[in-house]
Structure formats: C-alpha cells, structure tokens
C-alpha cells in the first residue's frame, strides 16, 4: 500500500540555524513527491516537487528537498530559518504509473514548524 | 486569475441541516477535489473529479454529495448535517501532465461547524 510517513510532529529550530523536516514514503513504483506548506487560517501552499531529474530540488522562499530513491525519502531543508517560516508542512506522494481515477496523492500527516526568534 | 475559489469561509450549521460548499476554479483544470482537514489527522479526500461530469468517492464520502457540470464549478453538498462533518475543507484543482506532476492548488478553506 502507498504511504508517506512524517516521523516529526513538530520542529523546533532557532532563527537563523538550518532546518529540516523529515519525510519517507512507500510507493510501489516510482514516486512524484511534493512539499505544501499551510500557513495559519489558509489553504496549502504548494512550495517544491521532484519529478524527474536532479535529486535535489529548489523550491519558494528558499527551501529544497533531496530525493533520496534507496533511502525512500524527500526532507525539506532550508540552510537559515526565518520565525515566518513557521507553518504546517505536508509532504505528499503519487506513483507516477497510476492511471485513471488512481492519479490521486497520498498526504503525510504534517508537521509543525516553529522557529524560535 | 483568482486560482481556486471557495464560499462561505465560515458557517455553523445546526443538526440536520443541509448546505452547499461552492469551489470554482479559473485555471481550466480538469481535476478537481474536496478535502477535509481536521487537527492532527492530515487532509482526508472526500471526492475527487477528473473532468465535467466525472467524479469518485475519495477516501470518506459519507455524509456528502459532489456534482461536476462544468469544468470551473465543484460544488460539495452536505445534506443532513453531523457534528462528525465539523472541520475544515478545502477544494482543490490540478491540471494532470508529466511535466507538473499534476500539482495541486488549494482554495482558501471553509470552516464549517455542526451544534
């Protein structure tokens, strides 16, 4: 079964320092992976997917995530924290061979960014 | 372009009471999607459709009714209303080619509380 698995429910980090919010997932194929940030009262953002390519991907206001195929993951990292980077991050996945009404993303459960002035 | 539109942003339904979630989207995606989040349990898909006149039961759609007459309009129905239906939902639309990955743009959200 698919799956994507956010180990963290909340991040801690100081303005300033390096962050990085885990994610694993589970396809039976290969995966196209996204990266949505939701900040207070809003919809999700989306902010940075792999598709195909260069393992490491740039995405919004700073962030990148390292597609990782023998370690099944996709963290997002960021080399500075800013305290407006503080939000839910979702990570999500879909095998890329689903057709049809399958073509539908499989969510982590999100995690909690804070970053500490 | 508005990208993906929702209406209301907030409503308080009594018990037994029916209403319609409006999502419209200006971005002519064929999919489109409702989801609902509640805290600590991530986004759960209620319905989904890949075009006009095409839709699928997501992950829990019970309690809950979706219609796709055109390609901008995805309307939600809820038509006997539980406390169990109090969350957050959001309407979503992609547009499905390799390239994007069929990326998903998100509408601002409607709370919604059943008393």
Known sequence: AQSVAQPEDQVNVAEGNPLTVKCTYSVSGNPYLFWYVQYPNRGLQFLLKY???DNLVKGSYGFEAEFNKSQTSF???????????????????????????NRKLIWGLGTSLAVNP | NAGVTQTPKFRILKIGQSMTLQCAQDMNHNYMYWYRQDPGMGLKLIYYSVGAGITDKGE?????????????DFPLRLELAAPSQTSVYFCASSYPTPEAGETQYFGPGTRLLVL
């Open chain 2, 60 to 72: 829990v759609p019970n309690g809950y009714n979706v219609s796709r007459s055109t390609t901008e």
């Open chain 1, 51 to 53: 598709i195909t390519g």
């Open chain 1, 75 to 101: 963290h997002l990292k960021k080399p500075s924290a800013l305290v407006s980077d503080s939000a839910l991050y979702f990570c999500a996945v879909r095998d890329r061979f689903n057709a049809g009404n």
